[in-house]
């Protein structure tokens, strides 16, 4: 993977080289901080729904805090299926700070002030673009 100088791309690079899967720890934290959201998922094959979400979410961040090529339009489509999956759009925002809470712990002291400031902008900036789209 070539270095990277964004601070978003670093921390999820960095995640990369200590766990393979996001998911597990993304999930677990989703249902306890909200556990409405466990029943949401449908108990067959909402495991593979759960990867794929996570996936693609993680892809349209990248998008979004980077080069903008597409991906991250996702998000604007995503609030909108989202509404319709039950899911109102303060959950829907939660997500991606679960996805930072996550990263954060992960990293433990390679969790820089520069990656802590560029995630709470980021933040900012998805609550504003879901905002404006939704
Ligand atoms: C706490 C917040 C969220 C909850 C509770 C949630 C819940 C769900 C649920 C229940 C489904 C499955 C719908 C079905 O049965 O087919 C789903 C699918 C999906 N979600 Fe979310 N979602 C959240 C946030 C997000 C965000 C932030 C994104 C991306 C920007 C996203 C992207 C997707 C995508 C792409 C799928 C389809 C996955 C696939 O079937 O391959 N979700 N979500």
Avoid: K
């Avoid at 597990?24 to 934290?29: S, T």
């Avoid at 039950?86 to 002291?109: K, N, S, Y």
């Avoid at 560029?118 to 404006?132: P, S």
Wanted: glycine content about 6%; overall charge negative; aromatic content about 10%.
């Amino acid at each position: 993977m070539n270095a990277s100088s964004n601070p978003i791309e670093i921390s999820f690079e960095l995640a990369a080289s200590r766990c393979a899967d996001l998911t597990p720890l993304v999930y677990r934290r989703l249902f306890e901080e909200h556990p409405d959201t466990q029943a949401m998922f449908r108990s067959d094959g909402g495991d593979l729904v759960m990867g794929s979400m996570l996936a693609l979410t993680i892809e349209a961040i990248l998008d979004f805090a980077g080069e903008r090529h597409g991906h991250f339009r996702l998000i604007a489509c995503e609030v909108a299926s989202h509404d319709g999956y039950g899911t109102p759009r303060e959950l829907f925002i939660a997500f991606f700070a679960v996805i930072r809470d996550a990263l954060r712990d992960l990293l433990g002291d390679e969790w820089s002030a520069e990656i802590a400031q560029a995630w709470e902008r980021l933040l900012v900036e998805l609550d504003a673009f879901t905002a404006a789209t939704g």
